[in-house]
Nanobody, 123 residues
Framework: QVPFVESGGGLVQPGGSLRLSCAASATVFSISTMAWYRQAPGNQRELVAAITSGGVTNYADSVKGRFIISRDNEKNIVYLQMNNLEPEDTAVYYC?????????????????WGQGTQVTVSS
């Protein structure tokens, strides 16, 4: 069973903004680093941003300065605020828990993937 439900995607023009939400079960959320990933057609899935249970964040270079990851530990929700969106941000966005962190890099994931939420940036 996938303990995440992603939402908030949609169609937006270049330069626009969206906020994604990932609702997680309390069992996994409170003690876990949470991360957003994305997969564009023909590309491998990549980690976009991660946030530890203590609020330390980590971003892919391609989204630094544009995306902000945050979490609400009372509601068990992790957010991804996406600003100044570019066509290259078009992808299905997923959340999950990274399996490992080594040398400044997250790797693997803990759970199966959910349905994700589609983000399309186009004029």
């Amino acid at each position: 069973q996938v303990p995440f439900v992603e939402s908030g995607g949609g169609l937006v023009q270049p330069g626009g903004s969206l906020r994604l939400s990932c609702a997680a079960s309390a069992t996994v959320f409170s003690i876990s680093t949470m991360a957003w990933y994305r997969q564009a057609p023909g590309n491998q899935r990549e980690l976009v941003a991660a946030i530890t249970s203590g609020g330390v964040t980590n971003y892919a270079d391609s989204v630094k300065g544009r995306f902000i990851i945050s979490r609400d530990n009372e509601k068990n929700i992790v957010y991804l605020q996406m600003n100044n969106l570019e066509p290259e941000d078009t992808a299905v966005y997923y959340c999950n828990i990274p399996r490992a962190y080594l040398g400044g890099t997250y790797s693997g994931t803990t759970f199966n993937w959910g349905q994700g939420t589609q983000v399309t940036v186009s004029s």
